[in-house]
Nanobody
Framework: QVQLVESGGGLVQAGGSLRLSCAAS????????MGWFRQAPGKEREFVAA????????DYRSSVKGRFTISRDNAKNTVYLQMNSLKPEDTAVYYCNARPRAAVLQFRLANEVGDWGQGTQVTVSS
């Protein structure tokens, strides 16, 4: 099990950028596949992006592809989500998710697996 703490959320105007961070505890971070999910008010939690343990394989939901970039720094036990060209529909609580040795593509198939952070609010104004 790994403990996750997200940060970097906030209020931004449409077209702006934010960088979310997720700091993980434990010495086995490099063995975890990491992902980001989000949940808007009144909606189910949805997959946003995932990255393999090495950072070499990534996956994105179609609506964020080309605007968001997921990355990780295993030396710092941290995963990032760089969000550019933000839109009001990106407004949500963003959650970090960790799954040991999972395939990247598993994240878009199941959103109730693994360890979760407490979430960070992202609000995009029009």
């Amino acid at each position: 099990q790994v403990q996750l703490v997200e940060s970097g959320g906030g209020l931004v105007q449409a077209g702006g950028s934010l960088r979310l961070s997720c700091a993980a505890s434990g010495r086995t971070f490099a063995t975890y596949t990491m992902g980001w999910f989000r949940q808007a008010p009144g909606k189910e939690r949805e997959f946003v992006a995932a990255v393999s343990w090495s950072g070499g394989i990534t996956d994105y939901r179609s609506s964020v592809k080309g605007r968001f970039t997921i990355s990780r720094d295993n030396a710092k036990n941290t995963v990032y989500l760089q969000m550019n060209s933000l839109k009001p529909e990106d407004t949500a609580v963003y959650y970090c998710n960790a799954r040991p040795r999972a395939a990247v593509l598993q994240f878009r198939l199941a959103n109730e697996v693994g360890d979760w952070g407490q979430g960070t609010q992202v609000t995009v104004s029009s």
